[in-house]
């Protein structure tokens, strides 16, 4: 299923990404169960780390399927929901229509999302959506924030935690799917450059293989706060998950709220 001829980014996240690498395959993982019940309480978290008392303009950056775009919206937020993924966006559609929202969906490249400057008022970047390309492109997309933002306006990214993946490195990793199917994952780190690189293969029942890879720069908070800096944002807090935790080296996420200037 991969085209060589285009960065992974362009063509993981489609259909066969819900279908056979997505942990709960093709039904589509925004019901009435504990996935759901798990975003409402992030989207209450979000709320509450950006301080938003009062309905917003609210960009939600690489919004995938807009599990977290249409509750924000719910709440009376007014919402613009940018994925490049044209499937991804379909489902977001359906998604708003079946809460009864309004969502201002964009189909765009996370460093340049065509948004007015200074025309939102927060925004998120959730479930390591960030890191898709090397240093300098990574950093127009902290750039891109920083433009959309007004001033006082405050940004909220949630990442894995590099610490802990480091400390629970796995090469090799077998799992089972829906239908009989099984997953392999490997994983390669490389702790100079801070480059994880993932190969999964699904093995399915019959026989057939369906393979896919992509390359994540992983970085620390350290690393972070440097280039939040550079783009002209200042970090105000972090924490270890979008409960709210304590950030350590056994945290598996990395959540950063960062200011405008």
Request: glycine letters at 8%.
């Amino acid at each position: 299923m991969t085209d060589e001829t285009r960065p992974w980014y362009e063509t993981l996240f489609e259909r066969d990404w819900y279908d056979y690498f997505a942990k709960d395959g093709p039904s589509y993982p925004d019901t009435d169960g504990s996935f759901a019940r798990r975003t409402d309480a992030e989207v209450a978290f979000v709320e509450q780390a950006l301080g938003l008392t009062e309905p917003c303009d609210l960009l939600d950056l690489c919004c995938g399927p807009g599990r977290h775009s249409v509750r924000l919206a719910r709440r009376g937020h007014r919402v613009t929901g940018v994925d490049l993924s044209a499937y991804n966006l379909e489902k977001a559609v359906e998604r708003a229509a079946e809460f009864g929202v309004e969502v201002d969906w964009r189909e765009a490249d996370m460093r340049e999302t065509g948004l007015p400057e200074s025309s939102q008022d927060a925004g998120i970047n959730m479930f390591t959506a960030f890191g898709f390309f090397d240093d300098a492109e990574n950093q127009r997309v902290l750039e891109e924030i920083a433009r959309v933002l007004r001033p006082g306006g405050r940004f909220l990214i949630d990442l894995v935690n590099r610490d802990s993946l480091m400390r629970r490195h796995q090469p090799r990793m077998w799992s089972e799917r829906h239908n009989g199917a099984f997953l392999l994952q490997e994983h390669a780190f490389d702790s100079a450059t801070g480059y994880q690189t993932t190969n999964w293969t699904v093995v399915k029942a019959n026989g057939e293989r369906i393979e896919q890879s992509f390359t994540l720069r992983v970085y620390t908070l350290q690393e972070l706060e440097v280039r939040i800096a550079l783009a002209g944002l200042t970090v105000e807090d972090a924490w270890g998950g979008l409960d709210g935790a304590e950030l350590t080296m056994d945290s598996h996420r990395l959540v950063i709220r960062a200011r405008a200037e």
